[in-house]
């Protein structure tokens, strides 16, 4: 009673890249307790927020090095459960009597594993956590023991006997701005020693719940659940925050945003303040499941005042009866073709998301809704089914027939096989995958993805296996990498931004490329489109982002110049046998592209692609591509 506590929170994330991920959570955390009037003047709150390459050793000597804390809380997800569970191990040694406090998604409801796994972990929090931590905390203050939480509601704890007890729920929030702001409050430190903004992109929330409840998802906690929303003058306010710091874009953790009114308000306040202070450039989102006149609205908005976004159909599955498995109330199939269609004739970015995996999909189901989506969306981004705690699919293992194992590095359930797909059909997919990946989600043949789908009858996944055979085939050395990053990435993520980064980042990885495409791909053209959609590969080279791996020879030199405030990479007099993007434009609105006629075009390329290339995060990759003077001023 009367001292001061000593509270660190721990947050990492994914990607091993030189700018930090933003700690959104801890920054929530920290702000609400230092607004509780139970609270503020009794506590030192640090957040450590940590890159997703650091390993423990790195972890234990930043938290542990300048003193130990009274209570260590964690932000926890897949990826890094095993490593905060033996940094709780080392905190137990230095400090007997401190509080270990797990909170998230992947461990909120899973106290018993938790604790049966890291006998060190005190307490899990089931739900928010911005609201009973601070509970948490005022009861440490009043010197309540840690086996004796029974008054704060939504966590489980070890009681006397160390059996795990779990307290009544707490009621979600209906008034989030209960929650005060870490960028208006300053909770989180927006930039580093330089005064520059420090984190890759800036992550905000306009709401929280979903009313979907798909078998594979838990987002936030609230699925099949009302949406709550922030305040328009708050989120006004964080924006201007942003607007300052020069930030380019805004990444959204909404569920589904554009299902409410109010994200329209959100969109205008944005053109506002971009109108205002020149930023921010670009805003992405989960989009919502099912479009309606709020969304359309959106993207006009969007488009009519040049800010940048991808605009996703995330169709899952096109598989009738995997969706049924789902519990996924999905467009109607005319309906996404249409909207795909719409966004195509408007020039705008969209991409569409699959699953593999889901139970009541075979290959053949999967291939055959793979090129069927790929006839109206050139990037797909596919990803291997997950088991996530709380979702049906995990509490439904042995009715679906799931065979599952955990990863060695992380906790996530990866699925080997079920009742309608065997080991060797997983392996088979996975391979197919990995290019699609690389080549399709990473943008790699964006334009060339348009040309072949509209003056040839090539499949998208045609064109993937053949790379994929060509580079198991091929005698230039140059293909050794990307066959090493094949191999790995049956088990890895990180193979992917590995072989992302050799693509993008040295000559020989495109000069294979450009021979895999004239000895496997144009002989399967029409002959009269051959040199045309040559020339479209061609482009989609050049205009890769301005990126060297490192220690594979000197960048190219060139230019940086300023346009509308931002720095570009510039490339003078490219000469192109064909408009490219004049041809693009006309096959993507279903005019006549004719040959093309050769121009000389400026290329620019935003500076600071290093950031993101590697991480596989191809929504931030894209705003990195080459584009002309034209497309850059739309």
């Known amino acids: 009673m009367g001292e001061r506590l000593s509270v660190h929170l721990v947050q990492q994330g994914v990607w091993d890249l030189p700018l930090e991920s933003m700690p959104l959570a801890s920054g929530y955390l920290k702000a609400t307790a230092l607004a509780d009037q139970r609270l503020a003047d009794r506590l030192d709150i640090t957040i450590h927020n940590f890159n997703g390459g650091d390993r423990v050793m790195t972890m234990a000597e930043r938290i542990f090095g300048e003193g130990v804390p009274d209570v260590l809380a964690f932000s926890v997800l897949g990826w890094n459960f095993r490593r905060f569970g033996a940094l709780a191990e080392t905190f137990r040694q230095l400090n007997p009597d401190g509080l270990v406090v797990f909170g998230g998604t992947h461990v ?11 006998p060190e972990v005190d307490v899990v929090v089931n739900g928010e956590g911005e609201l009973t931590f601070a509970d948490l905390l005022a009861a440490q203050l009043a010197g309540a023991r840690r086996d004796r939480l029974g008054l704060v509601s939504g966590i489980s704890y070890r009681g006397q ?21 870490p960028f208006l ?24 719940g979903c009313p979907y409840k798909c078998s594979f998802c838990y987002w936030g906690g609230a699925v099949g659940q009302r949406i709550h929303a922030f305040s328009r003058q708050r989120l006004r306010a964080e924006l201007e925050v942003f607007a300052r710091h020069k930030v380019h874009t805004i990444v959204l953790c909404d569920a589904n945003f554009g299902i409410l009114p109010i994200d329209a308000e959100f969109v205008a306040d944005l053109v506002e303040v971009r109108r205002k202070f020149g930023y921010p450039r670009a805003l992405e989102a989960s989009w919502a499941k099912n479009k309606s006149a709020v969304f359309f609205d959106i993207v006009r908005t969007i488009k009519q005042h040049g800010l940048k976004s991808s605009f996703t159909l995330a169709l899952q599955s096109l598989s009738d009866e995997a969706l049924r498995g789902m519990n996924r109330r999905n467009m109607k199939l005319n309906a996404w073709e249409d909207l795909a269609a719409w966004l195509d004739r ?29 006839r109206h969306v050139s990037r ?5 089914i997950h088991l996530l705690p709380n979702t049906e699919y995990a509490e439904k293992k042995q009715e679906y027939g799931i065979v599952s194992v955990r990863g060695e590095d992380d906790d996530f359930e990866y699925v080997l096989s079920h009742d309608t797909m065997s080991q060797a059909d997983n392996r088979l997919v996975k391979r197919f995958l990995f290019w699609s990946r690389v080549v399709a989600e990473n943008a790699v043949l964006r334009h060339s993805w348009v040309g072949l789908r509209e003056l040839t009858d090539v499949t998208q996944s045609t064109v993937l296996r053949s790379l994929d055979e060509w580079i198991a085939r091929t005698g230039d050395p140059a293909a050794e990498p990307l066959r090493a990053a094949v191999a790995r990435g049956q088990n890895s993520d990180v193979a992917y931004g590995d072989a992302v980064r050799y693509i993008f980042g040295t000559p020989d990885a495109t000069a294979l490329l450009r021979r895999w495409w004239d000895e496997a791909v144009l002989p399967l053209v029409p002959p009269h489109r051959a040199e045309l959609l040559r020339e479209i590969f061609r482009y989609d080279l050049l205009t890769l982002p301005a990126y060297r791996l490192p220690d594979t020879g000197p960048a190219e030199e060139l230019p940086v110049v300023e346009v509308g405030g931002a720095e570009y990479f510039q490339r003078k007099g490219v000469a192109l046998r064909a408009d490219v993007p004049a041809v693009v434009t006309a096959l993507r609105t279903g005019a006549d592209p004719g040959v093309g006629e ?3 075009v400026d290329l620019y390329y935003r500076v600071g692609a290093e950031v993101f290339i590697g991480s596989t995060n191809h929504e931030q990759i894209v705003y990195f591509m080459g584009v002309t003077e034209a497309e850059l001023s739309h």
């Open 185 to 208: 409050t300053g909770a989180i430190d927006l930039t580093n020693d330089l005064g520059e903004f420090r984190f890759d992109v800036a992550l905000m929330e306009t709401n929280r």
């Open 108 to 118: 909120s409801n899973q106290a018993q594993r938790v604790m049966r796994l890291f």
């Open 161 to 181: 006997d160390g059996q795990v007890l779990t307290t009544l729920p707490r009621e979600r929030m209906e008034d989030l701005d209960q929650i005060p702001s």
């Open 380 to 384: 797909i981004a596919v990803y291997p």
């Open 598 to 600: 050769p121009i000389v």
């Open 346 to 374: 408007e020039g705008l970015e969209c991409y569409a998301e699959l699953i593999w995996g889901a139970p009541g999909e075979t290959v053949e189901s999967f291939m055959r809704g793979y090129d069927k989506l790929s």
